[in-house]
Protein backbone atom coordinates (compact mmCIF):
# COMPACT_ATOMS: atom_id res chain seq x y z
CA UNK A 1 0.00 0.00 0.00
CA UNK A 2 1.02 3.52 -0.78
CA UNK A 3 2.19 5.64 2.47
CA UNK A 4 1.32 9.15 0.20
CA UNK A 5 -2.17 8.56 1.01
CA UNK A 6 -3.10 11.52 2.98
CA UNK A 7 -5.91 11.46 5.72
CA UNK A 8 -7.66 13.85 7.67
CA UNK A 9 -8.58 12.53 11.16
CA UNK A 10 -11.20 15.82 11.60
CA UNK A 11 -10.60 17.54 15.27
CA UNK A 12 -13.90 19.28 15.98
CA UNK A 13 -13.77 17.98 19.77
CA UNK A 14 -15.74 15.08 19.66
CA UNK A 15 -13.51 12.37 18.98
CA UNK A 16 -10.73 9.62 19.93
CA UNK A 17 -8.53 11.05 17.39
CA UNK A 18 -5.21 9.99 18.77
CA UNK A 19 -6.64 6.44 18.39
CA UNK A 20 -7.51 6.61 14.66
CA UNK A 21 -4.50 8.68 13.82
CA UNK A 22 -2.43 5.17 15.44
CA UNK A 23 -4.78 2.89 13.47
CA UNK A 24 -4.71 4.85 10.29
CA UNK A 25 -0.85 4.90 10.38
CA UNK A 26 -0.30 1.52 11.36
CA UNK A 27 -1.89 0.96 7.75
CA UNK A 28 0.13 2.92 5.89
CA UNK A 29 -1.75 6.34 5.55
CA UNK A 30 -0.26 9.62 5.89
CA UNK A 31 -1.95 10.96 8.99
CA UNK A 32 -2.89 14.59 10.39
CA UNK A 33 -5.14 15.32 13.12
CA UNK A 34 -6.40 18.72 12.37
CA UNK A 35 -9.69 21.08 11.69
CA UNK A 36 -7.64 23.55 9.22
CA UNK A 37 -10.45 23.61 6.55
CA UNK A 38 -7.74 23.42 3.46
CA UNK A 39 -6.53 20.41 4.56
CA UNK A 40 -9.51 18.85 5.70
CA UNK A 41 -10.95 19.46 1.86
CA UNK A 42 -7.58 18.58 -0.23
CA UNK A 43 -6.82 15.25 2.07
CA UNK A 44 -7.09 11.59 0.49
CA UNK A 45 -9.86 10.67 2.69
CA UNK A 46 -11.22 12.42 5.43
CA UNK A 47 -12.56 10.43 8.94
CA UNK A 48 -14.98 11.95 11.05
CA UNK A 49 -15.00 10.49 14.68
CA UNK A 50 -17.21 11.01 17.30
CA UNK A 51 -17.79 10.38 21.09
CA UNK A 52 -20.54 11.59 23.04
CA UNK A 53 -23.95 13.12 22.82
CA UNK A 54 -25.64 13.39 19.21
CA UNK A 55 -26.59 17.09 19.56
CA UNK A 56 -23.57 18.01 21.11
CA UNK A 57 -21.57 16.70 18.37
CA UNK A 58 -23.21 18.21 16.15
CA UNK A 59 -22.85 21.69 17.73
CA UNK A 60 -18.86 21.32 18.01
CA UNK A 61 -19.20 19.47 14.47
CA UNK A 62 -21.15 23.11 12.89
CA UNK A 63 -18.83 25.07 14.87
CA UNK A 64 -15.71 23.33 13.37
CA UNK A 65 -17.07 23.82 9.71
CA UNK A 66 -17.13 20.48 9.76
CA UNK A 67 -20.70 20.01 7.82
CA UNK A 68 -19.66 22.38 5.35
CA UNK A 69 -16.05 20.09 4.83
CA UNK A 70 -18.57 17.11 4.41
CA UNK A 71 -21.14 18.26 2.46
CA UNK A 72 -18.38 19.76 -0.37
CA UNK A 73 -15.69 16.89 -0.36
CA UNK A 74 -19.07 14.59 -0.95
CA UNK A 75 -20.21 16.59 -3.86
CA UNK A 76 -16.86 16.54 -5.38
CA UNK A 77 -17.00 12.37 -4.78
CA UNK A 78 -14.20 12.96 -2.48
CA UNK A 79 -14.14 10.10 0.28
CA UNK A 80 -15.56 10.61 3.78
CA UNK A 81 -15.41 8.04 6.32
CA UNK A 82 -17.24 8.25 9.78
CA UNK A 83 -16.90 6.12 13.32
CA UNK A 84 -19.51 5.95 16.04
CA UNK A 85 -21.39 8.93 16.41
CA UNK A 86 -19.17 10.16 13.38
CA UNK A 87 -21.71 7.93 11.74
CA UNK A 88 -24.62 8.69 13.07
CA UNK A 89 -24.65 12.34 12.42
CA UNK A 90 -25.09 11.55 8.82
CA UNK A 91 -28.62 10.38 9.47
CA UNK A 92 -31.64 13.22 9.42
CA UNK A 93 -31.97 12.76 12.78
CA UNK A 94 -30.99 12.50 16.15
CA UNK A 95 -32.86 11.22 19.64
CA UNK A 96 -31.27 10.69 22.93
CA UNK A 97 -33.11 11.59 26.21
CA UNK A 98 -36.33 12.73 24.56
CA UNK A 99 -33.77 15.76 23.10
CA UNK A 100 -34.17 15.59 18.87
CA UNK A 101 -31.88 17.00 17.26
CA UNK A 102 -31.21 17.50 13.28
CA UNK A 103 -28.04 15.57 11.55
CA UNK A 104 -26.15 15.82 8.18
CA UNK A 105 -29.25 14.28 6.54
CA UNK A 106 -27.09 12.22 4.07
CA UNK A 107 -29.13 9.39 4.87
CA UNK A 108 -32.86 9.26 6.01
CA UNK A 109 -33.42 7.71 9.51
CA UNK A 110 -33.68 8.18 12.97
CA UNK A 111 -30.97 7.20 15.78
CA UNK A 112 -33.01 6.32 19.02
CA UNK A 113 -31.90 4.57 22.10
CA UNK A 114 -31.18 0.65 21.21
CA UNK A 115 -33.56 -1.84 21.90
CA UNK A 116 -31.80 -3.94 23.95
CA UNK A 117 -32.35 -5.58 27.81
CA UNK A 118 -28.35 -4.47 28.69
CA UNK A 119 -27.50 -1.28 27.34
CA UNK A 120 -24.89 0.63 26.76
CA UNK A 121 -24.00 -2.18 23.58
CA UNK A 122 -20.01 -2.42 24.80
CA UNK A 123 -18.14 -5.01 23.63
CA UNK A 124 -16.99 -7.51 20.53
CA UNK A 125 -19.75 -8.33 18.57
CA UNK A 126 -19.97 -10.13 14.73
CA UNK A 127 -21.80 -8.35 11.80
CA UNK A 128 -23.84 -9.50 8.59
CA UNK A 129 -22.48 -7.97 5.77
CA UNK A 130 -23.27 -7.84 2.18
CA UNK A 131 -21.24 -9.90 0.22
CA UNK A 132 -19.94 -7.85 -2.18
CA UNK A 133 -18.72 -4.99 0.20
CA UNK A 134 -15.33 -3.48 -0.49
CA UNK A 135 -15.12 -2.65 3.41
CA UNK A 136 -15.49 -6.26 4.77
CA UNK A 137 -13.05 -7.14 1.83
CA UNK A 138 -10.77 -10.20 2.87
CA UNK A 139 -12.43 -10.71 6.69
CA UNK A 140 -13.94 -13.94 7.96
CA UNK A 141 -18.06 -13.42 8.47
CA UNK A 142 -17.36 -14.50 12.17
CA UNK A 143 -15.01 -11.17 12.04
CA UNK A 144 -15.57 -9.59 15.18
CA UNK A 145 -15.44 -5.75 15.96
CA UNK A 146 -15.56 -3.31 18.85
CA UNK A 147 -18.87 -1.86 19.90
CA UNK A 148 -19.65 0.75 22.64
CA UNK A 149 -22.71 2.68 22.26
CA UNK A 150 -26.68 3.22 23.77
CA UNK A 151 -28.16 4.60 20.21
CA UNK A 152 -28.47 3.16 16.52
CA UNK A 153 -30.50 3.28 13.47
CA UNK A 154 -32.70 0.39 13.54
CA UNK A 155 -34.31 0.73 9.83
CA UNK A 156 -33.12 1.73 6.81
CA UNK A 157 -34.93 2.99 3.74
CA UNK A 158 -32.89 4.53 0.95
CA UNK A 159 -32.57 2.76 -2.19
CA UNK A 160 -31.36 3.31 -5.51
CA UNK A 161 -33.76 3.15 -8.33
CA UNK A 162 -31.32 4.42 -10.57
CA UNK A 163 -29.70 1.46 -12.74
CA UNK A 164 -26.64 3.62 -13.16
CA UNK A 165 -26.11 4.51 -9.66
CA UNK A 166 -25.01 1.20 -6.99
CA UNK A 167 -27.30 1.32 -3.79
CA UNK A 168 -25.53 1.89 -0.91
CA UNK A 169 -24.33 -1.12 1.09
CA UNK A 170 -25.85 -1.99 4.88
CA UNK A 171 -24.13 -3.72 7.69
CA UNK A 172 -26.47 -5.12 10.37
CA UNK A 173 -25.10 -6.41 13.26
CA UNK A 174 -27.64 -7.39 16.61
CA UNK A 175 -27.89 -6.41 20.13
CA UNK A 176 -31.09 -6.64 21.17
CA UNK A 177 -32.87 -6.47 17.81
CA UNK A 178 -30.89 -5.53 14.10
CA UNK A 179 -29.51 -2.28 13.74
CA UNK A 180 -27.35 -0.52 11.48
CA UNK A 181 -23.15 -1.75 11.70
CA UNK A 182 -21.61 -0.05 8.53
CA UNK A 183 -22.78 1.66 5.37
CA UNK A 184 -20.76 1.75 2.23
CA UNK A 185 -22.22 4.93 0.08
CA UNK A 186 -20.62 6.16 -2.88
CA UNK A 187 -17.71 8.27 -1.41
CA UNK A 188 -19.44 7.96 2.23
CA UNK A 189 -18.70 5.28 4.35
CA UNK A 190 -19.39 4.24 7.83
CA UNK A 191 -19.07 2.16 11.11
CA UNK A 192 -21.38 2.49 14.14
CA UNK A 193 -18.27 0.17 15.47
CA UNK A 194 -14.70 0.95 16.43
CA UNK A 195 -12.06 -0.25 13.76
CA UNK A 196 -9.46 1.74 15.88
CA UNK A 197 -10.15 -0.43 18.66
CA UNK A 198 -10.78 -3.38 16.32
CA UNK A 199 -7.31 -5.21 16.35
CA UNK A 200 -6.70 -7.12 13.18
CA UNK A 201 -10.09 -7.00 12.02
CA UNK A 202 -10.34 -3.43 11.97
CA UNK A 203 -6.86 -2.66 10.62
CA UNK A 204 -7.79 -4.58 7.97
CA UNK A 205 -11.19 -2.96 7.25
CA UNK A 206 -9.05 0.39 7.13
CA UNK A 207 -6.77 -0.94 4.75
CA UNK A 208 -10.01 -1.49 2.62
CA UNK A 209 -10.77 2.09 3.12
CA UNK A 210 -7.26 3.58 2.42
CA UNK A 211 -7.14 1.51 -0.82
CA UNK A 212 -10.53 2.93 -2.48
CA UNK A 213 -8.41 6.77 -1.43
Given at each position: ?7 V??D?G????R??E ?8 D ?6 F ?13 V??F???M ?6 RGD???DR???G?R ?16 I????EA??L ?5 TV????AD??PHM?W???EA????E????L ?10 S?A????S???H??L??AP ?9 P?V ?5 G???AT????E?S???G??L??N ?5
Amino acid sequence: MSASKRVVVFDYGFGNVRSAERALARVGADVEITRDFDKAMNADGLLVPGVGAFAACMQGLRAARGDWVIDRRLSGGRPVMGICVGMQILFARGIEHGVEAEGLDEWPGTVAPLQADVVPHMGWNTVEAPADSELFAGLDADARFYFVHSYAVHDWSLESHNPLIAAPKVTWSTHGKPFVAAVENGALWATQFHPEKSGDAGAQLLTNWIGTL
